[in-house]
T-cell receptor, first 116, second 115 residues
């Protein structure tokens, strides 16, 4: 079963606008990651944020994490048509002893369409 | 692009048949994970192999099995195929020593259609 949920399920914007996607999860985590997938092919890692971090930046990407609310958001600034893809959050969960399960649990994804 | 390669790209099978999917890990990676992605869904974890042994399994029946070889490449085998097994199968490699990060590098996937 999916760990969490993402919203919106689909987002359509114009080039140059910002895109914000949200992710919620259910269990304790070691870290949370965002991946991108083009046209049902392989996933590409975008950014990782550890459980003790609150915000992280990478180029046009900004990720926030609120472990008290078990939620994260991905902001893509100044979007481009080439950003059109599906975006997934994935959690690296930990057990009661604090050890990573070593697997990623994905949300259902947000389909982002950026119009030129 | 990652250095993870999967074969074949597409596969069509009929219900009840068996299928083997293959994956070559990125150089230097010692761990392989397999995921199933149904249309419109996020990937679901099937299992993970580390040092040629299964190192965690998701909620999949025993007819899903795997192997990891000494060169860290891997196979996913599915027996007695069912229509619901139609999906994109993704292989991801990672380095277990970096478990604190657990960034996984995905191949392009094998699209399996069961008729």
């Amino acid at each position: 079963s999916q760990q969490g949920e993402e919203d919106p399920q689909a987002l359509s914007i114009q080039e140059g606008e910002n895109a914000t996607m949200n992710c919620s999860y259910k269990t304790s985590i070691n870290n949370l990651q965002w991946y991108r997938q083009n046209s049902g092919r392989g996933l590409v890692h975008l950014i990782l944020i550890r459980s003790n971090e609150r915000e992280k930046h990478s180029g046009r990407l900004r990720v926030t994490l609120d472990t008290s609310k078990k939620s994260s958001s991905l902001l893509i600034t100044a979007s481009r048509a080439a950003d059109t893809a599906s975006y997934f959050c994935a959690t690296d969960g930990i057990n009661a002893g604090g050890t990573s399960y070593g697997k990623l649990t994905f949300g259902q994804g947000t389909i982002l369409t950026v119009h030129p | 692009e990652t250095g993870v390669t999967q074969s074949p790209t597409h596969l069509i099978k009929t219900r009840g048949q068996q299928v083997t999917l293959r994956c070559s890990s990125q150089s230097g990676h010692n761990t392989v994970s397999w995921y199933q992605q149904a249309l419109g869904q996020g990937p679901q974890f099937i299992f993970q192999y580390y040092r040629e042994e299964e190192n965690g399994r998701g909620n999949f029946p025993p007819r899903f099995s795997g192997l990891q070889f000494p060169n860290y490449s891997s196979e996913l085998n599915v027996n007695a195929l069912e229509l619901d097994d139609s999906a994109l199968y993704l292989c991801a490699s990672s380095v277990t020593l970096q478990v604190a990060k657990n960034i996984q590098y995905f191949g392009a996937g094998t699209r399996l259609s069961v008729l």
